[in-house]
């Protein structure tokens, strides 16, 4: 494998480093981007009880801050609860608007690589196709070493499209994620919004 990298020059090597980066952040965002930790499970039923309950409380508020992204959009809303139902959505749409930002954090930069690999890769591949041709040692009159010099410039593209589609698969995946994510928290705060309103319970 060194001897292939090695052998396709200079441009493999950002390739590589963009390769390297592709899978950290792919990592990255699977650990932070799941449902139960974006979207926790019956945080809307306990925060409603609670506050049915108790009411608007400096613990609870910390408490969501702390618990979750939909945690974070409901304290914004609460700490509007005396508010018109107009304000509050308000807050929680400005709360949202910021969650929703850090979910898509690093998805520009996976975005990025998944669609310059295939042209770095194909950069590469000119760079050894010109050193082919360019080079004055007669390897165009050898057909056969002429094939694996060839074959050689043609690894840098390869190896583009390797990296850009697992790349662009993760970048369309964390994204439908994210937007889904958004949509269900916008309808949970809705939800909690008509509970502190009284018009849900």
Request: glycine share 10%; with cysteine.
């Amino acid at each position: 494998m060194f001897a292939i990298i090695q052998a396709a020059g200079w441009p493999i090597w950002f390739l590589l480093a963009a390769s390297v980066i592709a899978v950290a952040l792919i990592i990255e965002r699977s650990i932070v981007l799941r449902r139960a930790r974006v979207v926790p499970a019956g945080l809307l039923q306990s925060t409603a009880a609670e506050y049915l309950r108790a009411g608007v409380t400096d613990d609870l508020l910390k408490r969501l801050d702390a618990h979750s992204p939909l945690g974070k959009v409901f304290a914004a809303g609460l700490r509007n609860d005396k508010s018109s139902r107009e304000i509050m959505k308000e807050a929680i749409e400005e709360a949202g608007r910021g969650v929703a930002h850090d979910l898509e954090r690093y998805l520009t930069g996976l975005g990025t690589i998944a669609t310059t690999s295939p042209l770095m890769g194909l950069f590469g591949t000119i760079v050894g196709m010109i050193e082919i041709f360019g080079a004055g040692t007669g390897t165009g009159h050898n057909p056969q070493q002429l094939a694996h010099g060839i074959s050689i410039a043609l690894y840098n593209t390869g190896f583009g499209l390797l990296i850009a589609i697992p790349a662009l698969i993760c970048y369309r995946y964390f994204r439908s994620f994210v937007d889904s994510c958004v949509i269900e928290m916008e309808l949970q705060a809705l939800k909690l919004v008509e509970v502190v309103h009284g018009e849900r319970k």
